[in-house]
Nanobody, 123 residues
Framework: QVQLVESGGGLVQAGGSLRLSCAAS????????MAWFRQAPGKEREFLAS????????RYAESMKGRFTISRDNAKNTVYLQMNSLNPADTAVYYC????????????????WGQGTQVTVSS
């Protein structure tokens, strides 16, 4: 089992950048694929990106390619999401998740979730 805590959210102007972090507890972090999702008010939770156990393989939602970058540091038990060129449509609660595979960009493929961090982009 793993516990996940996101941080790094906040208020940013359009065109700005943020880096989200997700710290995992326990010694099993490196045995989980990790992913980032987001959920805007009134919308479904949306897959953004995932990364393999070693960090060598990554998957992105098509609409995020080029703006968002996922990475992980197994020595620090942390996964990151670098977000650039933010716009108001990126306003949402951002969640990290842990699961068995990075290849599936669906919510039910991930077993453990953080509590989320709010990102608000002003115009």
């Amino acid at each position: 089992q793993v516990q996940l805590v996101e941080s790094g959210g906040g208020l940013v102007q359009a065109g700005g950048s943020l880096r989200l972090s997700c710290a995992a507890s326990g010694r099993t972090f490196s045995t989980y694929a990790m992913a980032w999702f987001r959920q805007a008010p009134g919308k479904e939770r949306e897959f953004l990106a995932s990364v393999s156990l070693t960090g060598d393989s990554k998957r992105y939602a098509e609409s995020m390619k080029g703006r968002f970058t996922i990475s992980r540091d197994n020595a620090k038990n942390t996964v990151y999401l670098q977000m650039n060129s933010l716009n108001p449509a990126d306003t949402a609660v951002y969640y990290c998740a842990a699961g068995a595979t990075w290849r599936i960009g669906e919510r039910n493929a991930y077993d453990y979730w953080g509590q989320g961090t709010q990102v608000t982009v002003s115009s």
